[in-house]
């Protein structure tokens, strides 16, 4: 049945690809969702040759309908085409019927970034309240600012992979790839107060970041600290971890980082990924051109 093959390809991609628990558990979701489109409640009687193109791009068509972004939806044609990829090559099915679907086009879009101002702001005037979660919540902003990193892997960061005396940590990101990305004094400083109270607290998850029930910060958690800090400091509609990632990139670039430099420190395996920020570095160049450019302002 439908279902089982589902199961194994999540196994698949957890023992054998390596994804990360909320990459699988991301694909799990899509193939559940469009199982539950073309089966119409009765699961147990569907088998995986009777999913035909016609059914895949009528659950497309209904995404967008609904009035779901091209980006999800693309994603979840993504998820799609990677298990029917499994199918075929495990020979449970002739054909891959996802071929023929064209994904919707998503328009393009520029990352959503702070302000270098507000950053400042955000660091040096910000009051965080007192005790173990002010100095987290202080913790988690400088990481998440000063690394560029991932929400997923800011989670799975442990006590054991920070190397202070280096200023380094050390991050398991995408397909299990470690990388090391450096860190500056003042972050140094934060993580030394917040070992001090978490230890005095008597905390000893191996997790770095943690809730004062000494267990690990999820995924909500981490973004609704993220949405409170980022409200007092700017009016951006998005306040995501991931737009402190952004707003990493954008800031090395505008200052000047070599680009594969921060490919690097990112954790991209494409250069084209990193790309997408060198155009929020127009508003510099323009200063620069007014500066520089004889006939400028004439």
Sequence with gaps: MVEDVIQDFISYLNLQKRFSPL??????????????????GKKN???LSEISYQLIRAFIADQIDKGIAASSVNRKLSSLKSFFKYALKNELVKENPTQKIKAPKIPKKLPVFIDESQTETLFSSYVFDDGFEGAR????MDILYQTGIRRAELLGLKE????????QLKVLGKRNKERIIPFDYSLKRN????LRIKAEAQF??????VTIHNEPLNETQV???????????????????HVLRHTFATHLLNNGADINAVKELLGHTSLAA?????????????????QAHPRAGN
Excluded: R
Aim: aromatic share 10%; hydrophobic share 35%.
């Design 23 to 40: 990459t699988a558990k991301s694909y799990q979701h899509d193939l559940n969702e469009f199982l539950n489109f073309i089966s119409d």
């Design 45 to 47: 009687e569907l088998k």
């Design 137 to 140: 919540d202080k913790l988690l």
């Design 160 to 167: 054991s992979d920070v190397d202070i005396y280096n200023l």
């Design 191 to 194: 993580m030394e107060n917040y």
């Design 204 to 209: 000893k998850n191996p997790y770095l970041l």
């Design 223 to 241: 973004s609704k600290i993220v949405s409170n800090v980022l409200s007092a400091i700017t009016t951006a509609k998005k306040k995501s971890p």
């Design 274 to 290: 990193t790309q997408i920020y060198t155009h929020n570095t127009i508003d510099k160049l323009k200063k620069m051109y007014n």
